[in-house]
């Protein structure tokens, strides 16, 4: 499998799947088809994506599944070339004048996957899972929040949608 073919999972794309589409109750076979493509790698979870989920406070049934889970491709977000694009992605935010400090903030503080995922993809070619939507921020206006899409795209960093994923990955349900 080509490195663009692995998907990197942001935690939106596991939550929004269990209380909006499929209930882990009444949709069992998607569960089960997402646990095979994590198994056999087609699917890379972030340790901060997995620590999202299993918060204390959110003890559930996805926390229950993710633990249960062997994940075949688990990265570690500490790794050096991950904390070196991590530092570039910070850098490419503090100077673009379309964003505030508080976005930078924000994204600085080391529990929020969402730049960890970008700089991880940007190392190992993976493309990023998320239904975050693409904004177009302006200097006029500097965000206060930035956005995976987004950002993603100045570091060369394909973002598709659950669905699109599942179709790439023949997820029938």
Not at 13 to 40: C, H, N, Q
Not at 132 to 137: A, G, N, Q, S, T
Not at 140 to 145: G, Q
Request: aromatic share 10%.
């Amino acid at each position: 499998m080509e490195k663009r073919d692995i998907f990197l999972i942001d935690t939106n794309s596991l939550i929004t799947p269990k209380v909006v589409y499929y209930p882990m109750d009444l949709a069992p076979t998607f569960w089960g088809l997402m646990t095979e493509k994590i198994e056999d790698g087609s699917i890379a979870i972030l340790d901060l994506v997995k620590k999202e989920i299993l918060k204390p406070e959110r003890k559930d049934d996805l926390a229950n599944w993710v633990i249960k889970l062997n994940i075949k491709n688990y990265i570690h977000h500490r790794e050096p070339e991950i904390v070196f694009k991590y530092a570039e992605v910070l850098q490419y935010i503090q100077d673009d004048p379309c964003y505030s400090e508080r976005a930078l903030r924000a994204w600085s503080e080391e529990s929020i996957a969402d730049p960890w995922l970008i700089a991880t993809a940007a190392v190992y070619g993976l493309t990023i899972v998320t239904f975050e939507k693409h904004i177009k921020p302006n200097a006029l206006n500097p965000s206060s929040f930035a956005k995976i899409p987004t950002i993603a795209e100045k570091f060369d960093v394909k973002i598709v949608n659950l669905f699109q994923m599942m179709r790439k990955l023949d997820i029938r349900l």
